[in-house]
């Protein structure tokens, strides 16, 4: 009976400290869970935009950083400069496709438009470090800026002052999901 308890309790621990290891090894690459187990059995879970959980690993005591804004482990801010570059040049063409469109002169609004979308298109090979669902959702939203710069050449064209106002303003919805997809404090 007491060789049966301590086996018992010999492979609770080894299975405690094996999901212990996998979790810091899962959290090395790339995951975003924000739960980390320890080998009591118990989850602690971070929240907040940057925290560490510690995964005691036995006598190892491995800590592991957790990310709770969803992007990968050690992702911040300042991992996206490049993003960060391209993001204050799409502010400004953004400005410039409101000023065409607040002129009227919508025979010129083509360029504007395509100037955001060419800018937005350069963003996913600059943003490595977002969590693979804000990447899938980046990969959208750049789907979606194309599709509505087409929306507006063709409002422009046809001097169709509405259509052009309203792809305007999905275009801005669709820059304001993008920009949330970062960490806080990336574009400035």
Known sequence: MIQHTL????????GASLLGV?????????ASDNTSA??????????????????????????QPVSGTGTSV??????FSAATATWTKITAAK???EKVVASKNL???????????DLVRTLPAQSSGLAPDKAKTLATQVKNVDQLASKLDAAGDSG??????????GLSDALD???DLYPSGTFK
């Open 95 to 97: 400005a410039g496709l």
């Open 177 to 179: 999901t993008i920009h």
């Open 38 to 63: 320890d080998t009591s059995g118990s989850a602690s879970t971070s929240t907040g935009s940057s925290s560490t959980a510690t995964t005691n690993s036995g006598s190892t005591g491995i800590t």
């Open 107 to 117: 025979k010129t609004v083509h360029e504007a438009a395509f100037k955001v979308r």
């Open 22 to 30: 996998a979790l810091a090894g899962c959290g090395s690459n790339g």
């Open 160 to 169: 169709n002052l509405k259509a052009t106002q309203d792809n305007q303003a």
């Open 74 to 79: 050690g992702a911040s801010a300042a991992s």
């Open 7 to 14: 086996h018992k309790a010999l492979w609770k621990g080894l």
